[in-house]
């Protein structure tokens, strides 16, 4: 019951090329994908930095990993690039959802994905697809359900709701 955030390394390679380990257990094939982020880093215009490992299937997401204020070892400052200041960020979202009462490596691991913004830079690069957009995977208890039916699109806010296999109640509240 572990979820384990991990960096896609900085060899510039695909990791399915050089399978390097943790990062090629993670994704939607590897071999502990269901416990395991695999973060790749983008820079300023969500594009993969350079450096940057990626994989359309073993790496799961990217998040800002250029020019990122650290602390050194010493206690001091330094400007870093790299996976491994990318992973971090993706931690931090991965504790608050946590806190806020989400349990369950899996269940986690599916909000952050889902809430990621697509962008055409990082398409066939990560497996969804995306960047790492905290404030939509923080956004709990204010959710937005779309309904399609015979081409028809319903949106609403998820009121309040649970759903069980034997049950399905949820109010929806539609806008006014």
Same mark, same amino acid.
């Given at each position: 019951?572990?979820?384990?955030?991990?960096?896609?390394?900085?060899?510039?390679?695909?990791?399915?090329?050089?399978?390097?380990?943790p990062a090629?257990?993670?994704?939607?094939?590897?071999?502990?994908?269901?416990?395991?982020?695999?973060?790749?880093?983008?820079?300023?215009?969500?594009?993969l930095i350079?450096?940057?490992n990626?994989?359309?299937?073993?790496?799961?997401?990217?998040a800002?990993?250029?020019?990122?204020?650290?602390?050194? @070892?010493?206690?001091n400052r330094?400007?870093?690039d790299?996976?491994?200041?990318?992973?971090?960020?993706?931690?931090?979202?991965?504790?608050?959802? @946590?806190?806020?009462?989400?349990?369950g490596?899996?269940q986690i691991?599916?909000?952050?994905?889902?809430?990621?913004d697509?962008r055409?830079?990082?398409?066939?690069?990560?497996?969804?697809?995306?960047?790492?957009? #905290?404030?939509k995977?923080?956004?709990?208890h204010?959710?937005?359900?779309t309904?399609?039916?015979?081409?028809?699109?319903?949106?609403?806010?998820i009121d309040?709701?649970?759903? @069980? #296999?034997?049950?399905?109640?949820?109010?929806?509240?539609?806008?006014t």
């Open positions: 019951n572990i979820l384990a955030i991990v960096s896609a390394g900085n060899s510039k390679h695909r990791l399915e090329r050089i399978e390097e380990y090629a257990y993670g994704g939607t094939s590897g071999q502990l994908s269901h416990q395991l982020i695999t973060v790749a880093a983008h820079d300023a215009d969500f594009a350079r450096e940057s990626w994989s359309p299937s073993l790496v799961d997401l990217a800002p990993g250029c020019a990122i204020e650290s602390y050194t @070892f010493d206690g330094a400007v870093y790299g996976t491994s200041q990318a992973a971090p960020l993706v931690t931090f979202v991965a504790w608050l959802l @946590f806190s806020e009462g989400i349990e490596p899996i691991k599916n909000r952050i994905l889902a809430s990621v697509v055409r830079t990082l398409a066939g690069k990560v497996a969804s697809g995306g960047s790492l957009n #905290p404030s995977a923080l956004e709990l204010r959710d937005v359900l309904l399609r039916e015979t081409g028809a699109i319903v949106t609403g806010r309040r709701g649970i759903m @069980f #296999p034997s049950c399905n109640e949820i109010t929806i509240a539609f806008p």
